[in-house]
């Protein structure tokens, strides 16, 4: 019989997006019912069955918050629990590696209110 676990990407002291379903996911024994349940905030859960080992839970719309939460994940025989959860605007940000700008680049020559020190312009 497979244990219950969720995706390595979620865990303790992490932020949903709020206003938005969030989804969770993992594997399971198929056939398992697994249940999440947001603690503390009532209407807040979902239920699904294990396919293929596979399974997948969307919770509802939470609006943000500065209190944690708890997050309870479940398929009848082992619980998995998530502490210090918040809901909060969630934005995903990429670079290269060798983008830089410094600070000095960003100042314009010909702004008139700039003071007259030519260690600004490099």
């Not at 244990?3 to 990407?9: I, M, P």
């Not at 709020?18 to 209407?43: D, F, Q, Y």
Request: aromatic content about 8%; hydrophobic content about 35%.
């Amino acid at each position: 019989m497979q244990a219950l676990t969720v995706n390595r990407y979620f865990g303790d002291h992490m932020i949903l997006q709020c206003g938005a379903p969030n989804t969770i996911e993992g594997t399971a024994a198929e056939g398992s019912m697994i249940t999440a349940e947001l603690v503390g905030k009532s209407g807040c859960s979902a239920t699904c069955t294990a396919k293929d080992g596979r399974w997948e839970i969307t919770l509802p719309p939470v609006a943000s918050s500065y209190d944690p939460y708890e997050i309870h994940i479940t398929d009848g025989t082992s619980t998995i629990v998530f502490t210090d959860v918040l809901f909060g605007e969630v934005f995903h940000l990429s670079g290269q590696s060798n983008m830089e700008l410094p600070i000095s680049r960003t100042i314009d020559p010909f702004d008139p209110h700039r003071p007259n020190e030519d260690k600004y312009i490099r």
